[in-house]
């Protein structure tokens, strides 16, 4: 079963003058088609105002369809109704990591999203530290948060989503305010609940080096879905992707720049392995 | 140099005290408060004494640690003893120029400056035993008959209890503007009180448009996290009173009956 189905959506951002007379009107999200199936590590990639935050934002019903449906879990967001079950299915993580903790111990805020939707005290306590341990901060769980690292923060912000037992997480460019080292730290913890867990990701970037692992690839521009396929797919079209303002990781370019002087590398090279791969076997 | 100001100087400990409901220690401090001002004479503020230095030893909080709460309060204290000693109508003792030392304004300013002292004293047990979210806890939690009258309590304490986490983020941030400023060429140092108000103003203006932009992240963060207000909530760390709550009860209760005995010997 699709965990998410969008068809036809369509959000406008209506700017109104102090008459409450429409002033301007900006399409964020043109008519998407996407469809995720459970368990999936689904990435979309997008430039600035590409409409991909505002796509996320509808998964979580943070936003609601101006045309078209989206159904999360088989609940339509729109309706009213659905709001709380929706945001149980589909946990949100935000950007920044200081604006999305809102207690001050790490422990405390992992158990606010079980708190507000009224699971019982124990229950919650196994649940933080379940929590806390798949994405490995269950020893820093007496800890302020001002005092970890942005990716430590990121992780407790995973954990926080984690413990109301969501069936999928959203990352809304969860690591576009981190240094390399917290950037791995919080994808690797992201694959791992994916792998481990079985929740499905929906991981929004536009980090090329984040989408290679992914099972399917979504490339937003102006609003609309301009490619999909998988990474292998999305990365042999070098060309498509430069007109969306998107660069491809350095080792497809180099694979491509290679290709294009006549030596035979294969497509949609991902990994340096494959490429060292493939570049042994034609020396032979 | 703004980072190291902390707000709710918890000293951790592990004592009865630290351990107590913190709406126990709300309540002993009103009483502990209401009863340095009722006490007039020797012996109340004997047993205030006694029961203070009590609470102290149990807290495990070097006194060292209490005094310093006093410093800040000096001129204050000292402010409030000399109107007392000079402006108390009564028997003259000592007469110079226009200003006059009563045996009343002697008392007064002896009685003042003690409860000052007991107070900012009694009062820092509590706050140095309670970390700022027991203390939001305990007042929603003593406050909630007010919701009856339509007080959003809960909004209150959630609003208190962001406010505490925010104040170090806020407090950084500061310092980063104010060091982005001044690598500018911006001056906070120097100049008379009404300039350097002045040049506050290019702090405060980008400080303020990003407190404004967190507090928007934080309210959507809060609802894709399910958060609809105090209705419907359950509590990871409910308070609920142990045996130990409700001895200090019975402990207060005494001391505000013997204080009230004895407080106008």
Known sequence: MNIIKARQLVHEYIRRDEEGNVESIQTALNHVDIDVKEGQFIAILGHNGSGKSTFAK?????????????WVDGKDVADEENILAVRQTAGMVFQNPDNQIIASVVEEDVGFGPENIGV??????????????SVGMLKYRNHSPNKLSGGQKQRVAIAGVMAMEPKCIVLDEPTAMLD???RKEVLRAVRELNQ???????????????????????????????????????????????????????VTLLADILRQSGINVPLGVLTREELVEAIMRIAG | MLRDITIGQYYPADSVIHKLDPRVKLFGTLIYVISLFCIK??????????????MIALSKVPFKFMVKGLKPIMILMLITALFNLFLTPGDVLVSFWVLEITKEGVQNAVLMTIRLIYLILGTSVMTLTTTPNQLTDGL??????????????????????IALRFIPILIEETDKIMKAQMARGAD??????????????????????????????????????????GAGRTKMKPLTYVKRDYIAYAVIIVYLLLSLLCGRI
Not at chain 1, 120 to 133: F, G, K, N, Q, Y
Not at chain 2, 153 to 161: D, G, Y
Not at chain 2, 191 to 220: C, E, H, Q, T, Y
Request: with cysteine; aromatic share 8%; hydrophobic share 45%.
């Open chain 2, 140 to 161: 929603e939690k003593s406050l909630r008959p007010l919701n009856k009258i339509k007080v959003p309590v809960h909004a209150i304490a959630m609003m208190m209890s």
């Open chain 1, 180 to 182: 390399p080292n917290g």
């Open chain 2, 188 to 229: 906070f140092e120097n100049g008379n009180m009404l300039k350097r108000i002045k040049n506050m103003i290019p702090l405060l203006v980008p400080l303020f448009v990003s407190a404004f932009r967190r507090a928007d992240d934080l309210a959507m963060a809060m609802e894709a996290r399910c958060y609809s207000g």
């Open chain 2, 41 to 54: 004479g020797v012996v109340g503020f004997v047993v205030a004494t006694f029961f203070m230095a009590g």
């Open chain 1, 58 to 70: 509808h998964i979580n019903a943070l936003l609601s369809p101006t045309e078209g449906s989206l």
């Open chain 1, 120 to 133: 019982p005290t124990e229950t919650i306590w196994t649940r933080v530290a379940d929590s806390l341990r």
């Open chain 1, 196 to 250: 481990k867990k079985g929740i499905t990701i929906i991981l929004i970037t536009h980090y090329m080096e984040e989408v290679v692992d992914a099972d399917y690839v979504y490339v937003m521009d102006k609003g609309e879905v301009v490619m999909k396929g998988t990474p292998r797919e999305i990365f042999s079209q070098v060309g498509k992707l430069k007109e969306h303002h998107l660069d491809v990781p350095q």
